[in-house]
């Protein structure tokens, strides 16, 4: 199946330092998701996107929606040990018969040091 | 509370075994998924379902099977045909005018 090019595949920072991650698609999306997962535990959703071009901020995290539709970022400012997990992203293309499938990224590995 | 139930957290089964894995949600979702997380893979979709008594296969879905007898049911057997089944397992839901996945806790399943 297809899959999104998710980079980088792991950052190690120090607490305090800004974050940045992407997504990029051969294939258009018109929505964009990023979850966060922490060990052992289910996804959690952090930030959608529905429109190219949108800018949309969940407080310290910012998330864009490319303007070609193939791509995404997450930041993350002022990085916390807590920010510690594996961050997915995952592009839908509504319609057809398959309005919900997403099509996820490998995931960044991010870990935070104190 | 509102939300996605997975049972049993860990499950260990000898090979050879069916074992079916429980996902119940109360959000009213139309749709359900599952998927299987390994190391460094990401989500793979094993299969999803749009609506009651209809489901497809996703990505992955050899030795394996579903269900959906009930909106808030969508319960995975993995086979014996399964060839590697030890895997995190992942159910999620999505419905309403949102597209949103919203995924359960997981179940780790060891089989030896």
């Known amino acids: 199946g297809q899959q999104l090019n998710q980079s980088p595949q792991s950052m190690f920072i120090q607490e305090g330092e800004d974050v940045s991650m992407n997504c990029t698609s051969s294939s258009i999306f018109n929505t964009w998701l990023w979850y966060k997962q922490d060990p052992g535990e289910g996804p959690v959703l952090l930030i959608a996107l529905y429109k190219a071009g949108e800018l949309t901020s969940n407080g310290r995290l910012t998330a864009q929606f490319g303007i070609t539709r193939k791509d995404s970022f997450l930041n993350i400012s002022a990085s916390i040990p807590s920010d510690v997990g594996i961050y997915f992203c995952a592009g839908q293309l509504r319609g057809g018969g398959s309005n919900y499938k997403l099509t996820f990224g490998k995931g960044t590995l991010l870990t935070v040091n104190p | 509370d509102g939300g996605i139930t997975q049972s049993p957290k860990y499950l260990f089964r000898k090979e050879g075994q069916n074992v079916t894995l429980s996902c119940e949600q109360n959000?009213?979702?139309?749709?359900m998924y599952w998927y299987r997380q390994d190391p460094g893979q990401g989500l793979r979709l094993i299969y999803y379902?749009?609506?009651?008594?209809?489901?497809q296969k996703g990505d992955i879905a050899e030795g394996y099977s579903v269900s959906r007898e009930k909106k808030e049911s969508f319960p995975l057997t993995v086979t014996s045909a399964q060839k590697n089944p030890t895997a995190f397992y992942l159910c999620a839901s999505a419905g309403g005018s949102s597209y949103e996945q919203y995924f359960g806790p997981g179940t780790r399943l060891t089989v030896t």
């Open positions: 959000l009213n979702h139309d749709a």
């Open positions: 379902s749009q609506i009651v008594n209809d489901f």
